[in-house]
């Protein structure tokens, strides 16, 4: 007969219940769901040698792992615990299926270097090393896309599309702080009319003279 008796795990107050002596809590980080098997791809576009698509990629990545309770393993808050832990093979077979989820994001260029990393965190802090190097540059060119972006007879909603997708990766790069003074409500409106700007700026004649 099955034991179904309530047991906790990870020290913490999370009742679960053993089937089988296996303890199972779909909370718990350590969780894997069924479908959540090695060849998940989270992402349309891997990202690139350059990391020219970087902050959009560890967006995308993050919201996903986030989905899956995962965050954790990449950002090192869930380290790898000692080998006589009762947690340290969930641990193992975890790292190696969010290793994977990565790896699988990656162009092939970048797959080799983070395959033979040991953990998850390794290829996530390597990668923020690397590539956010240039933040200010792309800055620059996120600032110059917006510039330069004209409709061109394109549809309305495609152009403004295309400039919704610049300011958001340009605000994700540069948020407007967090205060109780106003000054952000006011930030946020300011930014809110350089995009009425921006728009504007870039409608074909046609649509200027309305």
Request: hydrophobic share 35%; charged share 25%; with cysteine.
């Amino acid at each position: 007969m099955e034991d179904e008796s309530a047991s906790y795990v990870h020290g913490g107050l999370a009742p679960v219940v053993n089937v089988q002596n296996i303890a199972i809590d779909t909370k718990s980080p350590f969780y894997l769901h069924p479908s959540d098997h090695p060849g998940l791809i989270f992402v349309t576009q891997p990202l690139s040698e350059n990391g020219k698509n970087y902050f959009t990629w560890r967006r995308n990545m993050l919201t996903a792992l986030q989905s899956k309770n995962k965050v954790g393993f990449v950002d090192g808050l869930i380290a790898k615990p000692d080998v006589h832990s009762r947690d340290f093979q969930s641990w193992i077979q975890c790292n190696a299926v969010v290793k994977s989820w990565i790896v699988n994001s990656l162009s092939r260029e970048l797959q080799t270097s983070a395959a033979h990393a040991d953990t998850t965190s390794e290829i996530w802090c390597d990668f923020d090393e690397r590539f956010t190097q240039g933040i200010a540059l792309r800055v620059y060119d996120l600032k110059r896309s917006i510039t330069l972006l004209q409709q061109e007879k394109s549809a309305i909603f495609t152009y403004y599309g295309e400039l919704k997708g610049v300011w958001n990766e340009l605000h994700n790069l540069r948020p407007i702080p967090v205060c109780t003074c106003g000054a952000e409500k006011k930030m946020q409106e300011m930014r809110e009319e350089e995009k009425v700007f921006n728009f504007l700026m870039g409608l074909d004649d046609t649509y200027k003279t309305v």
